[in-house]
């Protein structure tokens, strides 16, 4: 009988330690360019707790789950889910006593990873860890939610293993509107709530950028709880022979028109 106890205790706690949101069915589809679910003593934690992520600790709500891409011809779309609140307009997650601010999505499109050139801002509140001082490109704690080319990052975070955090300086490349920008959340799997991001540009807007570049992603929260980063080569596809086709006749049709006039 105490075998069959202890068998059913082990059991239990082996599934606290990992339980996962899986992706949502707004991802299906996408290529997935990081995986970081779970919460459990095995995701970066050196104590067994089953609120574990990594390298810290909070559970569901701290934790960065998927990153995820999908091409379009030059269209790029990039989607964040976390079991972070980064949909709210307050921009934080309260626990504990104190405000934990959700972090600018990093991209880069050099295949350099130490230096992220770009950010996609959601257009909510980002504070650092230790001051509460506001981290933003602009004049208060929030910019408008888009695209930016980033000079500048904060990292006042609690686990600077985490960082980049968040966009202390940049410039607006492309503002977020009802088409390029999408939000929401729903329960994954075991019932465990999830939120995401969306957002959606067209690669001309990325400067010296070639047919074949490596792209990453990183993102974390103002504690650096947990991150989650992800890299990958993408190749824009050349236009079809009916695309270069129907290009030339143009011009030829153009040209005609201006040796008439």
């Not at 599934?15 to 459990?40: H, I, K, Q, R, T």
């Not at 999908?70 to 626990?95: C, H, I, P, W």
């Not at 202390?168 to 465990?192: H, I, P, T």
Request: proline share 2%; charged share 15%.
């Amino acid at each position: 009988m105490k075998q069959i106890i202890k068998l059913i205790i082990a059991s239990s706690i082996a599934l606290v330690s990992s339980v996962s949101a899986a992706p949502l069915n707004v991802f299906s589809g996408w290529n997935m360019l990081a995986n970081e679910d779970g919460v459990g003593s095995s995701y970066g934690c050196s104590l067994s707790r089953s609120d574990c992520v990594g390298p810290g600790y909070g559970g569901q709500k701290f934790d960065a789950e998927y990153l995820f891409y999908k091409l379009e011809g030059s269209k790029l779309s990039v989607g964040l889910q976390t079991g972070f609140d980064v949909v709210s307009d307050n921009g934080y997650v309260y626990s504990d006593g104190r405000r934990y601010y959700n972090g600018d999505l990093a991209l880069s499109f050099d295949g350099n990873t130490n230096n992220y050139e770009y950010a996609v801002d959601f257009g909510n509140a980002t504070r650092g860890y230790n001051n509460n001082a506001a981290i933003s490109a602009g004049a208060s704690d929030v910019d408008a939610a888009g695209l930016y080319s980033v000079t500048q990052w904060n990292n006042d975070i609690y686990y600077g293993q985490s960082a980049p955090y968040g966009m202390d300086a940049g410039s607006l490349v492309l503002a977020a509107n009802s088409s390029n920008f999408s939000q929401g959340s729903a329960l994954g799997l075991d019932n465990l709530l999830s939120y995401y991001s969306i957002f959606s540009f067209d690669l001309s807007n990325i400067a010296n950028l070639g047919q074949t570049f490596g792209f990453a992603a990183h993102w974390t929260m103002s504690c650096g709880n947990d991150e989650i980063e992800g890299a990958t080569t993408v190749s824009v596809p050349e236009p079809g022979p009916l695309l270069l086709l129907g290009l030339g006749l143009i011009g030829l049709v153009t040209v005609r028109r201006r040796m008439k006039k």
